[in-house]
């Protein structure tokens, strides 16, 4: 059991530039969920996917994009990056999607920082 | 709509009892979660109540009550590694968690 991977650990962008996040969920898990956590807040919805497919989007723009892999890998892209979306990116898995109740597995996360 | 309140941060010696409270509105209601997250790290799941009542996990403790939207982590016999962020997160039934702020613990010795 290797756990949820999340690379990179740190990346810094231009405001307006592109930029895709990369998660490899914990074995035997087949639900993503990304989250988007503010310097000093708690982390806030993004997506989830299951089994390849967006399963719940939160109150994100659609320059926030996502997908999931055969191999239940993710990645998160955003486009025209915005000083805003400076923050720590958390991964979570589970086994299913009823992560809300038995509880994800999180990454590390990628701090990204915007300038 | 939804709002989670949590007090921001407690100071607590070496062996202490510290309670985290959490209170929530919101128009969907499944369940209350609880994480741990040390500064950089991975929060880390805790706790899930899911009925009115206590849930005891070696240390620590959670308990609800629905009727007063109403929550709180209980953490017991305190210890340095303690040292953390605590959120509560409600599961509104979407597959989804939202999180309150946080508290953050500092243990002393």
């Known amino acids: 059991e290797t756990g949820v991977t999340q690379s990179p650990t740190h990346l810094i962008k231009t405001r307006g530039q592109q930029v895709t996040l990369r998660c490899s969920s914990q074995s035997g898990h087949n639900t993503v969920s990304w989250y988007q956590q503010a310097l000093g807040q708690g982390p806030q919805f993004i997506f989830q996917y299951y089994r390849e497919e967006e399963n719940g989007r939160g109150n994100f723009p659609p320059r926030f994009s996502g997908l999931q892999f055969p191999n239940y890998s993710s990645e998160l892209n955003v486009n025209a990056l915005e000083l805003d979306d400076s923050a720590l990116y958390l991964c979570?898995?589970?086994?299913?999607?009823?992560?809300?109740?038995?509880?994800?597995?999180f990454g590390s996360g990628t701090r990204l920082t915007v300038v | 709509g939804q709002s989670l309140e949590q007090p921001s941060e407690v100071t607590a010696v070496e062996g202490a009892i510290v309670q985290i409270n959490c209170t929530y509105q919101?128009?969907?209601?499944?369940?209350l979660s609880w994480y741990q997250q040390h500064d950089g790290g991975a929060p880390t799941f805790l706790s899930y109540?899911?009925?009115?009542g206590l849930e005891e996990t070696g240390r620590f403790s959670s308990f609800l009550s629905r009727s007063d939207s109403y929550g709180y982590l209980l953490l017991q016999e305190l210890q340095m590694k303690d040292s953390a962020s605590y959120f509560c997160a409600v599961n509104r039934g979407n597959n989804r968690l939202a999180f309150g702020k946080g508290n953050q613990v500092v243990v002393i010795p």
């Open positions: 109540n899911a009925l009115d």
């Open positions: 979570a898995s589970s086994p299913n999607v009823q992560g809300a109740v038995y509880g994800y597995t």
């Open positions: 919101t128009s969907g209601f499944y369940g």
